[in-house]
């Protein structure tokens, strides 16, 4: 398996546009997880998915955030309007079985707000 | 406070030495203890889980949980260049109806030769 997929690798965006970033999770697992990196906040969970459902977004910023699982192997996040402070890395992972099991990151998507 | 804190280093180490990295957490509601590690520009992967108090060896890598402290450790022996990476530790808790999972703020390690 090639592991979790991402795309775009990087993005440099201008305030106020949208922004969508893939995910494509291995092929069987149950679970798909958004994630953001930033220096100052670390690694925060924003959403998580269940066979395609959406489980917990308690992590979702703000309502310019949202995510979409339309089936097992696609998913994006979805920004709009983009703001600076939304500059990060973002991290899709996948897992079988649950939140506490093995997740699998992808490489990450370099989100540069400008 | 944040739920979990960890020391962000950086923490720079001879080859070969022992490396302790440690997370403390406020929340006795944290049940599952993982350790990541995560390479520059990589994404994390998952090091160790252990679910109880005690320790928890694979290799040169052990992990060790002390409920009754809410501290958990993990310990790097005869360390390696390749070791070099930030260690991110992950516990998981069941909130507001949803398995939560919370990560320390990572830390920096570099071993040199």
């Known amino acids: 398996d090639a592991g979790v997929i991402q795309s775009p690798r990087h993005e440099v965006t201008e305030m106020g546009q949208e922004v969508t970033l893939r995910c494509k999770p291995i092929?069987?697992?149950?679970?798909l997880f958004w994630y953001r990196q930033t220096m100052m906040r670390g690694l925060e969970l924003l959403i998580y998915?269940?066979?395609?459902?959406?489980?917990?977004d308690s992590g979702m910023p703000e309502d310019r955030f949202s995510a979409k699982m339309p089936n097992a192997s696609f998913s994006t996040l979805k920004i709009q309007p983009s703001e600076p402070r939304d500059s990060a890395v973002y991290f899709c992972a996948s897992s079988l079985g649950g939140i506490q099991e093995t997740q699998y990151f992808g490489p990450g998507t370099r989100l540069l707000v400008l | 406070q944040k739920e979990v804190e960890q020391d962000p280093g950086p923490l720079s180490v001879p080859e070969g030495a022992i490396v302790s990295l440690n997370c403390t957490y406020s929340n006795s509601a944290f049940q599952y203890f993982m350790w990541y590690r995560q390479y520059s520009r990589k994404g994390p992967e998952l090091l160790m889980y252990?679910?109880?108090?005690g320790n928890k060896e694979d290799g040169r890598f052990t992990a060790q949980v002390d409920k009754s402290s809410k501290y958990i450790s993990l310990f790097i022996r005869d360390s390696q260049p390749s070791d070099s990476a930030t260690y991110l530790c992950?516990?998981?808790?069941?909130?507001?109806?949803?398995?939560?999972?919370?990560f320390g703020a990572g830390t920096r390690l570099a071993v040199h030769p």
């Open positions: 092929s069987g697992h149950d679970y």
């Open positions: 992950a516990m998981k808790k069941f909130s507001g109806g949803y398995n939560k999972l919370i």
């Open positions: 998915f269940n066979n395609n459902v959406p489980i917990d």
């Open positions: 252990t679910y109880s108090s």
